[in-house]
């Protein structure tokens, strides 16, 4: 079975930077859509960015637009997650997901993807 394996969380200040790494552990479906959900404490889990393998299609929740970069490596079966200018309201567990299927216009859905990391924690302080 693949697994997700996820790195690069962190704790930094208010404006700084992290990446967020994730590697699926087996062969995958080469049409494949991977990317990142969040939680933060006491919040519902929420999308925020999601990317296609076979095309540059690209999906952010508006609420990173601008400050997150989402890119891939095929050969790796890998996605990043570039976040710079981050927030306090950033905070929170992020994990990866994957479909082995287009994105889609319902991209924003938890069901469409069956495989989720253990997630990475990102603090982000004043």
């Known amino acids: 079975q693949v697994h997700l394996v996820e790195s690069g969380g962190g704790s930094v200040k208010a404006g700084g930077s992290l990446r967020l790494s994730c590697a699926a552990s087996?062969?995958?479906?080469?049409?494949?859509?991977m990317g990142w959900f969040r939680q933060a404490p006491g919040k519902e889990r929420e999308p925020v960015a999601v990317?296609?393998?076979?095309?540059?299609?690209?999906y952010y929740a508006d609420s990173v637009m601008g400050r997150f970069t989402i890119s891939k490596d095929n050969d790796k079966n890998a996605v990043y997650l570039q976040m710079f200018n981050l927030k306090p309201e950033d905070t929170g567990m992020y994990y990866c997901v994957l479909r082995e299927d287009l994105c889609g216009l319902k991209w924003r859905l938890q069901s469409r993807y069956n495989r989720w990391g253990q997630g990475t924690q990102v603090t982000v302080s004043e």
């Open positions: 087996g062969p995958i479906d080469v049409s494949n859509c």
């Open positions: 990317r296609y393998s076979e095309t540059e299609s690209k």
